[in-house]
C-alpha cells in the first residue's frame, strides 16, 4: 500500500487558481502512473491528470492549458495547480497510484486518498 493524503482544496471564485498537493507515506518512484481524479455530486469519478514513472503527463480535456500535474518522487509528493477555474470545476479530488514496477511486472497498487474538496463559485 501506499498511504496518499490530499490537501489543498478550498473555496475559491471563478478565474482563481489553487494547487493540491498529495503526500505519499511510502516512496512512489516505482510507481507507474500517479493521477488526480474527482467526483462532482451526482456524477461518476474522472481522470482529470497523470504522471507516468517515464515522464509522461495527460490530460483530460475539460482541464487542458489550465491544470498542470507535477510529481516529485524524491519528496514523495504529487501536486496539481489548477489556474482560471471554473465553476464545473467543482468536486472532491482525489489523488490516485495505480501499480508498482517491480521485476515481474506492474504489480496492482489502486491506492486512493481520502480526497479534498474544491469550490468554485462566486
Known amino acids: 500500500q501506499v498511504p496518499l493524503v490530499e490537501s489543498g482544496g478550498g473555496l475559491v471564485q471563478p478565474g482563481e487558481s489553487l494547487r493540491l498537493s498529495c503526500e505519499a507515506y511510502?516512496?512512489?518512484?516505482?510507481?507507474?502512473?500517479m493521477a488526480w481524479y474527482r467526483q462532482a455530486p451526482g456524477k461518476q469519478r474522472e481522470l482529470v491528470a497523470s504522471?507516468?514513472?517515464?515522464?509522461?503527463?495527460d490530460y483530460a480535456d475539460s482541464v487542458k492549458g489550465r491544470f498542470t500535474i507535477h510529481r516529485d518522487d524524491a519528496r514523495k509528493m504529487v501536486y496539481q495547480q489548477m489556474n482560471s477555474l471554473k465553476p464545473e470545476d467543482t468536486a472532491v479530488y482525489y489523488c490516485?497510484?495505480?501499480?508498482?514496477?517491480?521485476?515481474?511486472?506492474?504489480?496492482?497498487?489502486?491506492?486512493w486518498g481520502q480526497g479534498t474538496l474544491v469550490t468554485v463559485s462566486s
Open positions: 490516485h497510484a495505480d501499480c508498482v514496477w517491480m521485476i515481474e511486472g506492474c504489480n496492482t497498487v489502486d491506492q
Open positions: 511510502r516512496s512512489i518512484s516505482s510507481i507507474n502512473a
Open positions: 504522471a507516468t514513472y517515464g515522464g509522461t503527463t
